[in-house]
């Protein structure tokens, strides 16, 4: 049934005849149509409407200047992140898959950033880490690569010590890729410093750069030194600057 076809896949389209009417037509013969801007009548022809279903195309609006009077049009919503008023066209609210609408760029970076469940890049020494100290510390909650609390990514998060840990990669001081990229990576990373500092979150940034591959008898310094950090936090609640044989520098915010 062509009509109840129209219906399924083109819902905008507004067809002023039956099925009955329509399979009656021969191919030249022209179908009305109510414009969705202007709501007057046009026609089109039963061969065009053919060819649009197999396209899986519209036939919405009487003319171009109905269709981009439709598109300039905005409407009334607010912005899922920051929840400020925005006004957007319907088209924008169309091509968003999660039907999520930001005001800006920052916005959508931040909301998506945050409720991001899938594509994190993890080195084998995170997933290493991550093992090791959920032995060691079984009844502390770590949190690993989760951006909910400074809508950043957070490498190691231990929310009941405010102790956070970065491990930062050559990335994050040579310029493997641009000086550009490098820039980026610097200032990220001071706004990720800033933010920890404002949340009263300890935060030690480790340089592991020297670590070209994975290797356990390498990372075990690693682990020795966030373990040490952890344990005199526990303690003591304040940190300690770790040493170790590899170049790792800390950088903490906080007591």
């Not at 010590?161 to 040579?174: M, R, S, T």
Request: aromatic residues 10%.
């Amino acid at each position: 049934m062509w009509v109840w076809k129209i219906q399924i896949l083109f819902i905008c389209m507004k067809m002023l005849i039956t099925d009955k009417q329509f399979n009656q037509l021969n191919s030249r013969d022209k179908i009305p149509f109510e414009c969705k801007k202007c709501t007057n009548t046009f026609y089109r022809k039963k061969h065009h409407v053919q060819s649009s279903l197999s396209k899986k195309e519209t036939i919405t609006f009487c003319s171009h200047k109905c269709s981009a009077k439709e598109r300039e049009e905005k409407i009334e919503t607010v912005c899922k992140n920051c929840e400020k008023p925005i006004q957007i066209t319907p088209s924008v609210l169309r091509k968003s898959k999660s039907k999520n609408v930001f005001c800006s760029s920052s916005c959508s970076s931040t909301y998506n950033n945050t409720h991001k469940t899938y594509g994190y890049r993890r080195s084998k020494l995170e997933v290493w880490l991550e093992k090791e100290l959920s032995k060691i510390y079984s009844l502390l909650e770590f949190h690993y690569n989760k951006k909910d609390t400074i809508n950043s990514e957070l490498d190691i998060y231990i929310p009941s010590l405010k102790l956070a840990f970065e491990l930062n990669g050559i990335f994050h001081y040579e310029p493997i890729f641009s000086e550009k990229k490098l820039k980026q990576t610097q200032n990220n990373d001071q706004r990720k410093f800033q933010a920890c500092l404002e949340k009263g979150i300890e935060l030690c940034i480790i340089d592991i750069s020297k670590m070209n591959y994975f290797k356990e008898k390498n990372a075990q310094g690693f682990f020795q030194i966030i373990s040490k950090i952890i344990s005199k936090k526990m303690e003591h609640g304040v940190g300690v600057e770790p040493t170790c044989g590899f170049r790792l520098p800390v950088w903490k915010t906080g007591a």
